[in-house]
């Protein structure tokens, strides 16, 4: 018998070493980043680099903060969300649906697949034409390009989850008389969840590149449109306060991916 006494202080102490991993990954983290654009300041101010090439860490700053600020920024960063978000959420759905119910038609499964390969193997971007053209100028293409590529992605991921089920284990309920909806409800999608996971982490990127691409095509707002603008009038540092604005939403998306990943282990 394990004495209660003993696990206690085991687990309290295995709480403290986690929480102290956790905050010196935050320090290294917060130290690197530091480093870098300390660095990359210095090497302005001492004649290394130029500040028309590559901007100024201090000047993007002062970039940031006026336009955080006078609200161009929110604007900006507030089109290009809901244009990923939307699209993040409408491609990962349809295409993980679709993917895993391929799994209950193998015949189906057999003739789409050449087709979503060769999809796949086309560069994304290069639809983004074709889209706004069908969907017009305004945000809907750009909802449209990032639902196109995450579906894509969501899809086969979900699909090849489904194939990598225990054929063993499936053989087995369907000799305890298991239907096939029941095998699919309690084995397949269950068993399909890492790969499912896998596809929503990839496509923060995706959709974040495909609503970004549509912006740099053709659009008003957005910080697609505002890196794009800003590169052509050599506004260096209005450049990095896009890029910068885009890397905090991909980590903002992350951090719900992550959640969703914890609520969905069974």
């Known amino acids: 018998m394990v004495d209660a006494t003993t696990t206690a202080p085991n687990k309290a102490e295995t709480r403290t070493k986690q929480t102290s991993f956790r905050v010196r990954v935050l320090v290294y983290q917060i130290g690197l980043l530091v480093g870098i654009l300390g660095f990359w300041e210095a090497g ?87 889209i706004i053209v069908w969907f017009g100028l305004g945000m809907e293409s750009k909802i449209a390009i990032a639902a196109i590529i995450t579906f894509i992605v969501a899809f086969l991921q979900a699909h090849k989850g489904t194939q990598q089920i225990d054929s063993d284990l499936i053989r087995l309920l369907q000799s305890l008389g298991a239907k096939p909806l029941q095998i699919f409800r309690i084995v397949v999608v269950p068993g399909s969840l890492p790969w499912i996971v896998s596809a929503l982490r990839l496509n923060v990127g995706f959709a974040l590149i495909g609503a970004v691409v549509g912006e740099y095509i053709s659009a008003e707002e957005g910080l697609g449109h505002k890196v794009y603008y800003s590169g052509q009038l050599y506004d260096l540092n209005s450049v990095w306060v896009g890029i910068f604005s885009l890397m905090i939403m991909a980590l903002m998306l992350e951090v719900v991916v992550s959640w969703i990943e914890k609520k969905l282990q069974w």
């Open 44 to 130: 302005i101010r001492l004649g290394y680099l130029e500040a028309y090439i590559y901007g100024v860490p201090s000047g993007v700053a002062s970039a940031f903060a006026s336009q955080l600020l006078d609200g161009s920024l929110l604007r900006h960063f507030w089109v290009t969300g809901q244009e990923v978000v939307i699209g993040f959420l409408i491609g990962s759905l349809l295409g993980t649906i679709s993917g895993l119910l391929l799994w209950l038609s193998p015949l189906w499964a057999r003739v789409l697949h050449p087709y979503m390969i060769a999809l796949n193997g086309v560069p994304k971007i290069a639809l983004a034409p074709l």
